[in-house]
């Protein structure tokens, strides 16, 4: 899927016309299933567009990626469906989004994939040095030395959620 189409999908999710958000459900429903990899990477690359792709765009994006991080009723879990290379690429992004978007409820957003993408590459605190080598620098610089209180925050909002 590409970027167009990806935004296409996200923009009818908003839509107040039932038949078209319905539409775009089924589309994601099916990307859900039958390409799971190529659905996170085109939400990953939405994240990455930041100021170039509408705010509710990118915010919608980030939701539907904590979701099939996660699952939830409607949407169930692609994680152990994805390859480590989609992993790679999501991980990444979701740190550089918390960081750098310009939105702070994008940034939000994508500390909460942050943080149950961590839960999920480990189990303990302790292990998330060698699963996800960047989470942790990268939370400690974004709390330490970021000029933006956004940003700020996201990672400790990140880093309450991480620790049980």
Do not use: Y
Request: proline fraction near 4%.
């Amino acid at each position: 899927m590409d970027l167009t189409a990806i935004c296409e999908v996200l923009a009818a999710t908003q839509q107040s016309e039932q038949k078209a958000r319905e539409a775009a459900e089924k589309h994601l429903n099916e990307a859900t299933e039958g390409s799971p990899n190529e659905l996170v990477r085109a939400l990953t690359a939405v994240l990455g567009q930041g100021a170039n792709i509408a705010d509710p765009l990118r915010q919608e994006a980030a939701v539907i990626l904590r979701q099939l991080v996660v699952g939830n009723r409607t949407r169930c879990s692609v994680w152990p469906r994805l390859d480590d290379a989609t992993i790679k690429v999501l991980m990444a992004q979701i740190l550089a989004t918390a960081e750098s978007d310009p939105s702070s409820q994008v940034k939000r957003n994508a500390g909460q994939v942050a943080a149950e993408t961590a839960s999920k590459v480990a189990t303990e605190f302790n292990e998330l040095s060698t699963a996800w080598p960047e989470f942790l620098p990268a939370i400690s610089r974004f709390v330490g030395t970021s000029s933006d209180a956004a940003t700020r925050v996201v990672a400790l909002h990140v880093l309450k959620d991480i620790v049980p």
